[in-house]
T-cell receptor, first 112, second 113 residues
Framework: DVKVTQSSRYLVKRTGEKVFLECVQD?????MFWYRQDPGLGLRLIYF???????EKGDIPEGYSVSREKKERFSLILESASTNQTSMYLC???????????FGPGTRLTVT | GNSVTQMEGPVTLSEEAFLTINCTYT??????LFWYVQYPGEGLQLLLK?????DKGSNKGFEATYRKETTSFHLEKGSVQVSDSAVYFC????????????FGAGTRLFVKA
């Protein structure tokens, strides 16, 4: 079975802190994605990566950055956390083209 | 641009009732269409998909048919169970969208015993 794991299920951080969310997949997928999920808004794409060291902005990249140094690992970084970044963060990986995506369990981040 | 619209929830049904969750899409190309399900406390998982017009995706008693003429991909199940309580997301992926997946807002389903 494909497995996508995320470093934390719940995280509480203070405003202004730097936050790292890590995601690891074990299926050698080329594509990896970071989404945030908010009630009534569905999933919104923050960043994605088609290959190691490559990244593309999604629909809402402001306030976030990413890192992909190894194929299996994709990190989301909040440089200076703000309260409006309180959300559920979902990582996903997938094959090429329009293949399905496989999701991790999510990290619920609260910024106080 | 490409988009997905699905019916607002929550939808509340009694066990063994018939389920329909409507989904329509806008896309300039020929997208692949998906239904994902999110159970409480979990990430999304693929429920079913269809990659071309008139294809029917099916899984766990759920079905959806890719209707290009009505740009729809409605999810149906003949007899729901309490364990089907979850949030359901309609989604599309298209070549002209760089294969980024576009998700609908999600529909929460509650099934009562």
């Amino acid at each position: 079975d494909v497995k996508v794991t995320q470093s934390s299920r719940y995280l509480v951080k203070r405003t202004g802190e730097k936050v790292f969310l890590e995601c690891v997949q074990d299926m050698d997928h080329e594509n990896m994605f970071w989404y945030r999920q908010d009630p009534g808004l569905g999933l919104r794409l923050i960043y994605f990566s088609y290959d190691v060291k490559m990244k593309e902005k999604g629909d809402i990249p402001e306030g976030y950055s990413v890192s992909r140094e190894k194929k299996e690992r994709f990190s989301l970084i909040l440089e200076s956390a703000s309260t409006n970044q309180t959300s559920m963060y979902l990582c996903a990986s997938g094959g090429t083209g329009d293949d399905e995506q496989y999701f991790g369990p999510g990290t619920r981040l609260t910024v106080t | 641009g490409n988009s997905v619209t699905q019916m607002e929830g929550p939808v509340t049904l009694s066990e063994e009732a018939f389920l329909t969750i409507n989904c329509t899409y806008t896309a300039t190309g020929y997208p692949s269409l998906f239904w994902y399900v999110q159970y409480p406390g979990e990430g999304l998982q693929l429920l079913l998909k269809a990659t071309k017009a008139d294809d029917k995706g099916s899984n766990k008693g759920f079905e959806a048919t890719y209707r290009k003429e009505t740009t729809s991909f409605h999810l149906e199940k003949g007899s729901v169970q309490v364990s089907d309580s979850a949030v359901y997301f309609c989604a599309l992926s298209a070549r002209d969208g760089g294969f980024k997946t576009i998700f609908g807002a999600g529909t929460r389903l509650f099934v009562k015993a």
